[in-house]
C-alpha cells in the first residue's frame, strides 16, 4: 500500500513558465517531507524540505508547499529552465523507524 | 569529498550467478539504505541499517541479502540472480534526526 502517490507520470513545460509537482500521502502523522531530483544516469540528490509546522517553504526558484488537511505536497518551479529537465521524487520523512519510502516520480521536461 | 561510492557502476550477470553490490560512505552517517530504480516503479527501498550491526526489511527485499560490515559499509548480496533483479541500485545515507539521504550514483545490473 503505497504511503506516497506522484500521479503524474510526466509533465511538459515551456522554458520560463511554471512548473508544479504534485504528491499526495495517507498517512497524517508524517511531519516532514523531502523532494528530490534525479538526473539520468545519476543519483538523486537532496532539493528542498519542508516541516510540518509550516505550510510553505521556499529556496530560490523551488518553493514547496504542505496542506496538511488535504495530505497533499506541491513543488513550485519558477521560472523553469531546461536544466531542470528530470525526475522529481518526494518522500515523507517517518516520524519512527528509519524506513524512508519514495513516490513513484514524476519526470519534468522544460521545452525552450 | 566522496560522499557515498558504489561499486561497481556496471554489471552482467547470468540467470542464477551471485555476486555483491558495494557502498562506502565517508560522512561518519549512522544510517543506510539500498533502493532499486525501475522504469514506472520510482525508487524502491530494498534494505536499510538504521546503526551499524542492525539490518531491516523494506518494501522489496526478496533475493536480497545485506550486510553491515562497519559504520562505513553496507553491501548488497544476490545469491542467484534473476532477470527480475535487473535494475539499477542505488545505495543512500544519511545522518541523525532530520537529515536528509545522501545518495551514490548507482549500479546498473542486468540479469540475462
Known amino acids: 500500500d503505497q504511503q506516497v502517490k506522484q500521479n503524474s507520470p510526466s509533465l511538459s513545460v515551456q522554458e520560463g513558465r511554471i512548473s508544479i509537482l504534485n504528491c499526495d500521502y495517507t498517512n497524517s502523522m508524517f511531519d516532514y517531507f523531502l523532494w528530490y531530483k534525479k538526473y539520468p544516469a545519476e543519483g538523486p540528490t537532496f532539493l528542498i524540505s519542508?516541516?510540518?509546522?509550516?505550510d510553505k517553504n521556499e529556496d530560490g526558484r523551488f518553493t514547496v508547499f504542505l496542506n496538511k488537511s488535504a495530505k497533499h505536497l506541491s513543488l513550485h518551479i519558477v521560472p523553469s529552465q531546461p536544466g531542470d529537465s528530470a525526475v522529481y521524487f518526494c518522500?515523507?520523512?517517518?516520524?519512527?523507524?528509519?524506513?524512508?519510502?519514495f513516490g513513484k516520480g514524476t519526470s519534468l521536461l522544460v521545452t525552450p | 569529498n566522496a560522499g557515498v561510492t558504489q561499486t561497481p557502476k556496471f554489471q552482467v550477470l547470468k540467470t542464477g550467478q551471485s555476486m555483491t553490490l558495494q557502498c562506502a560512505q565517508d560522512?561518519?552517517?549512522?544510517?543506510m539504505y539500498w533502493y532499486r530504480q525501475d522504469p514506472g516503479m520510482g525508487l524502491r527501498l530494498i534494505y536499510y541499517s538504521a546503526s551499524e550491526g542492525t539490518t531491516d526489511k523494506g518494501e522489496v527485499p526478496n533475493g536480497y541479502n545485506v550486510s553491515r560490515l562497519n559504520k562505513r559499509e553496507f553491501s548488497l548480496r544476490l545469491e542467484s540472480a534473476a532477470p527480475s533483479q535487473t535494475s539499477v541500485y542505488f545505495c543512500?545515507?544519511?545522518?541523525?534526526?532530520?537529515?536528509?539521504?545522501?545518495f551514490g550514483n548507482g549500479t546498473r545490473l542486468t540479469v540475462t
Open positions: 560522512m561518519n552517517h549512522n544510517s
Open positions: 518522500a515523507p520523512f517517518p516520524n519512527s523507524g528509519y524506513a524512508l519510502n
Open positions: 519542508i516541516s510540518s509546522i509550516k
Open positions: 543512500a545515507s544519511r545522518g541523525d534526526g532530520d537529515s536528509p539521504l545522501h
